[in-house]
């Protein structure tokens, strides 16, 4: 079989098992093991039902009748209606009532009844919460022992069904091999569960502990970079007290901490959306949005960053476009990516930002001409793992900007890369949908 039939084959199976025992996505692990065994369970009885008929044990084969009706039910309650914990109990309690009036119609202690109830008690425990195990093993242990004592005095209750010793043999033998081969699956199915659950369940707590290490020193660096302005307006301060400042330096100083106090802000906000999203989880509102008139706004902000440091900003935006998105995630994004840029570009060099149709598509560039990214910070650059570094105005950031420009991009059925340029510097491009 080529790798494709295998796959499409592998593929049937796994949708037929969704059929059976229902999505993971929508029912516990609890109601999928009971699916199983309860499907499992249907398919034997009915087997049973002729099969105990053509051997002679006619009564069995009307009490097993009855259970295919009953077990039908139940498993229509369990897989279409979810009542899982009302299902298991009516369930065990039917099977150990079925299985003690068919004692006395198949052999009593010499018959196949002993091993249907051993098997009974063990998917009993693969489909019961915990907290039911002693109701069960005690219901188990009152009935089959009731039994065993009450023939023990009265053997004359029990109806003779075997007339030959083949007939015994050919009670036995299929019982047996049927315990077996459902134990058999049972044990896997519930190992291979176990074993499934337990691996996401490792996966989610690794993930938490990368994510609260890497809040731990994201909220270091925010300590640490948050006393650098306040310090710097606090000796400004201090120094108005104590001496007189002429006009000029006065405005220069006041630039300055204008430009540290709006760089702080923006780290503030950075860092107040991603502690919301933390708390809320993403919620987008993905509407037609004029891309002009989004990131407009965006650059008359960052004009102090550009002016400061003498950088020429050029755009070549298409007023006509525009793309289905949020629009204050978008201009998130290109506030990252425009200070980023103005951010690692030295003095006099250039920021050139663009907009443009690409099939179905929008695409928006901000490329600068900066020193570009170094290779060993690529791999991690929207990730929480990347260390911010010093700009070429030793500005300083925490690293969370692009890591947002990433959870943005992906919530708004986007995409965001980078590329440095041979000419040097870089260009980070963003696309999303246009709006139909």
Same mark, same amino acid.
């Given at each position: 079989?080529s790798?494709?039939?295998?796959?499409?084959?592998?593929?049937?199976?796994?949708?037929?098992?969704?059929?059976?025992?229902?999505?993971?996505?929508?029912?516990?692990?609890?109601?999928?093991?009971?699916? /199983?065994?309860c499907?499992?369970?249907?398919?034997?009885? /009915?087997?049973?039902?002729?099969?105990?008929?053509?051997?002679?044990?006619?009564?069995?084969? =009307?009490?097993?009748?009855?259970?295919?009706?009953?077990?039908?039910?139940?498993?229509?309650?369990?897989?279409?209606?979810?009542?899982?914990?009302?299902?298991?109990?009516i369930?065990? %309690?039917?099977?150990?009532?079925? =299985?003690a009036?068919?004692?006395?119609?198949?052999g009593?202690?010499?018959?196949?009844?002993?091993?249907s109830?051993?098997?009974?008690?063990?998917?009993?425990?693969?489909?019961?919460?915990?907290?039911?195990?002693?109701?069960?093993?005690?219901?188990?242990?009152?009935?089959?022992?009731?039994?065993?004592?009450?023939?023990?005095?009265?053997?004359?209750?029990?109806?003779?069904?075997?007339k030959?010793?083949?007939?015994?043999?050919?009670?036995?033998?299929?019982?047996?091999?049927?315990?077996?081969?459902?134990?058999?699956v049972?044990? %896997?199915?519930?190992k291979?569960?176990?074993?499934k659950?337990?691996?996401?369940?490792?996966?989610?707590?690794?993930s938490?502990?990368?994510?609260?290490?890497?809040?731990?020193?994201?909220?270091?660096?925010?300590?640490?970079?948050?006393?650098?302005?306040?310090?710097?307006?606090?000796?400004?301060?201090q120094?108005?007290?104590?001496?007189?400042?002429?006009?000029?330096?006065?405005?220069?100083?006041?630039?300055?901490?204008?430009?540290?106090?709006?760089?702080?802000?923006?780290?503030?906000?950075?860092?107040?959306?991603w502690?919301?999203?933390?708390?809320?989880?993403?919620?987008?509102?993905?509407?037609?949005?004029?891309?002009? !008139?989004?990131?407009?706004?965006?650059?008359?902000?960052?004009?102090?960053?550009? !002016?400061?440091?003498? %950088?020429?900003l050029?755009?070549n935006?298409?007023?006509? %476009?525009?793309?289905?998105?949020?629009?204050?995630?978008?201009?998130?994004?290109?506030?990252?990516?425009?200070?980023?840029?103005?951010?690692?570009?030295? !003095?006099?060099?250039?920021?050139?930002?663009?907009?443009?149709?690409?099939?179905?598509?929008?695409?928006?560039?901000?490329?600068?001409?900066?020193?570009?990214?170094?290779?060993?910070?690529?791999?991690?650059?929207?990730?929480?793992?990347?260390?911010?570094?010093?700009?070429?105005d030793?500005?300083?950031?925490?690293?969370?900007?692009?890591?947002?420009?990433?959870?943005?991009?992906?919530?708004?059925?986007?995409?965001i890369? =980078?590329e440095?340029?041979?000419?040097?510097?870089?260009?980070?491009?963003?696309?999303?949908p246009?709006?139909?």
């Amino acid at each position: 079989m080529s790798t494709t039939g295998t796959r499409n084959l592998l593929q049937r199976v796994k949708t037929l098992s969704h059929f059976i025992v229902g999505d993971p996505q929508q029912f516990t692990l609890e109601n999928r093991i009971f699916n /199983a065994i309860c499907a499992i369970a249907l398919i034997i009885i /009915a087997i049973n039902v002729p099969y105990n008929y053509i051997t002679g044990l006619t009564v069995t084969s =009307f009490i097993f009748s009855i259970l295919v009706l009953a077990f039908a039910g139940i498993y229509y309650l369990s897989r279409y209606r979810k009542m899982v914990n009302l299902c298991i109990a009516i369930s065990v %309690i039917m099977i150990n009532v079925a =299985f003690a009036i068919n004692y006395f119609y198949s052999g009593g202690i010499e018959g196949a009844s002993l091993l249907s109830f051993t098997l009974a008690f063990f998917l009993t425990m693969l489909i019961s919460p915990a907290r039911q195990y002693y109701w069960w093993i005690g219901l188990n242990l009152f009935t089959v022992l009731g039994l065993i004592i009450y023939e023990y005095y009265h053997p004359h209750a029990i109806q003779p069904v075997y007339k030959t010793r083949e007939d015994i043999f050919a009670d036995m033998t299929p019982t047996y091999i049927i315990n077996v081969v459902v134990i058999f699956v049972g044990t %896997i199915y519930l190992k291979n569960a176990y074993t499934k659950e337990k691996k996401q369940g490792e996966e989610k707590t690794r993930s938490l502990e990368i994510m609260n290490t890497e809040k731990s020193k994201l909220f270091s660096l925010i300590s640490h970079d948050l006393r650098n302005p306040l310090a710097s307006i606090q000796s400004y301060l201090q120094l108005m007290r104590e001496i007189e400042i002429d006009p000029q330096n006065k405005i220069q100083i006041e630039t300055e901490l204008l430009y540290v106090v709006n760089s702080t802000q923006e780290m503030l906000y950075n860092i107040l959306v991603w502690s919301k999203t933390q708390m809320d989880g993403l919620n987008v509102n993905l509407v037609p949005v004029d891309v002009a !008139a989004a990131i407009l706004p965006i650059l008359k902000i960052n004009k102090m960053a550009v !002016a400061k440091k003498k %950088i020429s900003l050029d755009t070549n935006i298409d007023a006509s %476009i525009k793309v289905m998105a949020d629009i204050n995630m978008l201009q998130l994004i290109v506030r990252n990516l425009v200070g980023n840029a103005a951010k690692f570009t030295p !003095a006099g060099g250039s920021i050139f930002i663009t907009t443009s149709r690409k099939g179905d598509k929008c695409l928006i560039e901000v490329k600068d001409s900066g020193a570009g990214i170094d290779a060993s910070r690529q791999v991690d650059m929207f990730s929480l793992k990347v260390r911010s570094t010093f700009g070429t105005d030793n500005e300083k950031g925490i690293g969370l900007g692009l890591f947002l420009c990433k959870e943005y991009t992906n919530a708004q059925q986007g995409q965001i890369w =980078f590329e440095n340029n041979k000419q040097g510097g870089s260009s980070f491009y963003l696309e999303l949908p246009l709006a139909n």
